[in-house]
C-alpha cells in the first residue's frame, strides 16, 4: 500500500511569484485536503477535493487554489506570494469525505523571501 | 469555527513515565483523531476516535463527546515519542470533512 506523497520536499520563493505543491493519495483514497501549517501551530484547513471538485473551503483567499485529477492526485497553486505564506504543507487523502481518518504526508516546506 | 485546545503545552518526561494528554472542544463534532508530528513534520495518525476507549500498544485514548474531551494516554514513554501531539476534530454541517486542530502539545523524553 503506498502512502501520501508530495512533492517537492521543499522550496525557496520569492514574494510576488506563482507556485505549484503536488499530492498523490494513498492508494484507493479518493478524498484529497490540503493544510497550512504556520511555525508553532496547528494546522488549519485550506480546501478539500472529492471526484475533482472542491468540496468545501476554509478561511483562504481566492490566490490559492487547486485541482484534483482523475487519478484522485491533486495540486495546490499560490499566486501572488507573500511573505506570511511562509509555512509547512500539508496533504491528507481520505477513503470518504467525511467521517474517514486522515492520511497525511511528509509536507512540503515553503519559504517566500 | 470549532475551537479545540490541547494541554499541557509543553510537558518534559523521563524515559519509562506516563503521561496523559487532554484535548477540549468547544462545539459537538462528527470525530475526533489524534496524530503524532514528528521532527520531520510528517503526521501520523494515532487514533480515529468520535467516542469511547482505544488501545494501541503504549498508547490508549479516550473520548466523552457528551462532555467534549478526549484524553490521550501515553504509558512507559520512549525517547522515539518525543515530538509534538495534536488533537483535531472534524466540524458536522456545512464544516464535515474539515478538521480544526489545537496548538498540540510539545512531548520531550529524555533518556
Known amino acids: 500500500e503506498t502512502g501520501v506523497t508530495q512533492s517537492p520536499t521543499h522550496l525557496i520563493k520569492t514574494r510576488g511569484q506563482q507556485v505549484t505543491l503536488r499530492c498523490s493519495s494513498q492508494?484507493?483514497?479518493?478524498?484529497v485536503s490540503w493544510y497550512q501549517q504556520a511555525l508553532g501551530q496547528g494546522p488549519q484547513f485550506i480546501f478539500q477535493y472529492y471526484r475533482e471538485e472542491e468540496n468545501g473551503r476554509g478561511n483562504f483567499p481566492p490566490r490559492f487554489s487547486g485541482l484534483q485529477f482523475p487519478n484522485y492526485s491533486s495540486e495546490l497553486n499560490v499566486n501572488a506570494l507573500e511573505l506570511d505564506d511562509s509555512a509547512l504543507y500539508l496533504c491528507?487523502?481520505?477513503?470518504?469525505?467525511?467521517?474517514?481518518?486522515?492520511?497525511f504526508g511528509n509536507g512540503t516546506r515553503l519559504t517566500v523571501t | 469555527g470549532i475551537q479545540v485546545e490541547q494541554s499541557p503545552p509543553d510537558l518534559i518526561l523521563q524515559e519509562g513515565a506516563n503521561s496523559t494528554l487532554r484535548c477540549n472542544f468547544s462545539?459537538?463534532?462528527?470525530?475526533l483523531q489524534w496524530f503524532h508530528q514528528n521532527p520531520w513534520g510528517q503526521l501520523i495518525n494515532l487514533f480515529y476516535?468520535?467516542?469511547g476507549t482505544k488501545q494501541n500498544g503504549r498508547l490508549s485514548a479516550t473520548t466523552v463527546a457528551t462532555e467534549r474531551y478526549s484524553l490521550l494516554y501515553i504509558s512507559s514513554s520512549q525517547t522515539t515519542d518525543s515530538g509534538v501531539y495534536f488533537c483535531?476534530?472534524?466540524?458536522?454541517?456545512?464544516?464535515?470533512?474539515?478538521?480544526?486542530f489545537g496548538r498540540g502539545t510539545q512531548l520531550t523524553v529524555w533518556p
Open positions: 492508494s484507493g483514497h479518493n478524498t
Open positions: 462545539d459537538s463534532v462528527n470525530n
Open positions: 476516535i468520535p467516542s
Open positions: 491528507a487523502s481520505s477513503l470518504s469525505r467525511q467521517g474517514s481518518p486522515l492520511h
Open positions: 483535531a476534530v472534524e466540524g458536522r454541517g456545512s464544516t464535515l470533512g474539515r478538521l480544526y
